[in-house]
């Protein structure tokens, strides 16, 4: 099973940006769909986005829908989530999952890493 490993997590304020990054330890990250997902104190975990195994594709959460972008780098087996105008409503580990299956756009994944924390001050 493939390791992943998140960074790029922190406090900013209301509005800013930050940029996520995923790395995994090999290159069966590039064969398969790929990942984020986040979840808030007292909530369950919620999907953010999702990208094909060869960035073709790409599904969103409504919630993130125009301020969010999924990327990857194959050729580094790393996935990037730039989150820009991010709200409060954003605070939340954020999760990278890797190994997506069933029909697209998935949900299910086989592979999961340890989450970084995003806080997003009023």
């Known amino acids: 099973q493939v390791q992943l490993v998140e960074s790029g997590g922190g406090l900013v304020q209301a509005g800013g940006s930050l940029r996520l990054s995923c790395a995994a330890s090999d290159n069966t990250f590039s064969s398969y769909s790929t990942g984020w997902f986040r979840q808030a104190p007292g909530k369950e975990r919620e999907f953010v986005a999702a990208?094909?195994?060869?960035?073709?594709?790409?599904d969103y959460a409504d919630s993130v829908k125009g301020r969010f972008t999924i990327s990857r780098d194959n050729a580094k087996n790393t996935l990037y989530l730039q989150m820009n105008s991010l709200k409060p409503d954003d605070t939340a580990v954020y999760y990278c999952a890797a190994g997506g299956y069933g029909k697209w756009p998935p949900r299910d994944f086989r592979s999961w890493g340890q989450g970084t924390q995003v806080t997003v001050s009023s």
């Open positions: 990208i094909y195994w060869n960035g073709g594709r790409t």
